[in-house]
């Protein structure tokens, strides 16, 4: 089925660990995001990446990283975890074309640091 | 400034009661459109409804019908005929123009319980 894939689902980091949460989509959007959502908030924009080759930074960009490693894949890097960076991550993208009015979500990462 | 302000937090309904969850938006730019995502327990985000700001008439789906009052910046989610599935986050959300690149910028949502 065409979407968004995120992975891992579910993982635990140590203050400090780094890691990379993946990203994919295959239905041939040129935009991809990364938000965070912590609780009673809405989802916050960290990075997006209008096409293949561009990101640019959000609203929350510090103690991230991202990579557009081509049109269908956009990876979000933690180079230090911290505390503050637990959350629940989703991937997103866009598509003018595409259904729900062009957006499509992945079923989100959560995340701990301990 | 607050872009999409939910007043809600929570909210508790009868069973096959109406709902309106309230979303009031801050914008300059003439092209925006306006979105209603579901949240269940299991964490996805389901799309439910969409509103442009040239569009003439409300947006309906189904159960869920967008009341849009464009002069008062008002996009309220109304929920026909409440069943206990309804229970889950709702946020409201926000596009604006091209030159945003699409960035959906987001309420914090009302927590919607169903009574039976």
């Known amino acids: 089925n065409a979407g968004v894939t995120q992975t891992p689902k579910f993982q635990v980091l140590k203050t400090g660990q780094s890691m990379t949460l993946q990203c994919a989509q295959d239905?041939?959007?040129?935009?991809m995001y990364w938000y965070r959502q912590d609780p009673g908030m809405g989802l916050r924009l960290i990075y997006y990446?209008?096409?293949?080759?561009?990101?640019d930074k959000g609203e929350v960009p510090n103690g991230y990283n991202v990579s557009r490693l081509n049109k269908r894949e956009f990876s979000l890097r933690l180079e230090s975890a911290a505390p503050s960076q637990t959350s629940v991550y989703f991937c997103?993208?866009?598509?003018?074309?595409?259904?729900?009015?062009?957006?499509?979500f992945g079923s989100g990462t959560r995340l701990t640091v301990v | 400034a607050q872009k999409i302000t939910q007043t809600q937090p929570g909210m508790f309904v009868q069973e096959k009661e109406a709902v309106t969850l309230d979303c009031t938006y801050d914008?300059?730019?003439?092209?925006?459109?306006l979105f209603w995502y579901k949240q269940p327990s299991s964490g996805e985000m389901i799309f439910l409804i969409y509103?442009?700001?040239?569009d003439q008439q409300n947006a309906t789906e189904g159960r869920y019908s967008l009341n849009f009052q464009k002069a008062r910046k008002s996009a309220n989610l109304v929920i026909s005929a409440s069943q206990l599935g309804d229970s889950a986050m709702y946020f409201c959300?926000?596009?604006?123009?091209?030159?945003?690149?699409?960035?959906?910028?987001w309420g914090a949502g009302t927590k919607l319980i169903i009574k039976p």
């Open positions: 997103a993208s866009f598509g003018a074309e595409g259904r729900n009015y062009g957006y499509t």
């Open positions: 990446s209008a096409s293949e080759g561009t990101t």
């Open positions: 914008t300059s730019d003439p092209s925006y459109g």
């Open positions: 509103q442009g700001s040239y």
């Open positions: 239905m041939n959007h040129n935009s």
């Open positions: 959300a926000m596009r604006e123009g091209p030159g945003s690149n699409y960035q959906l910028i």
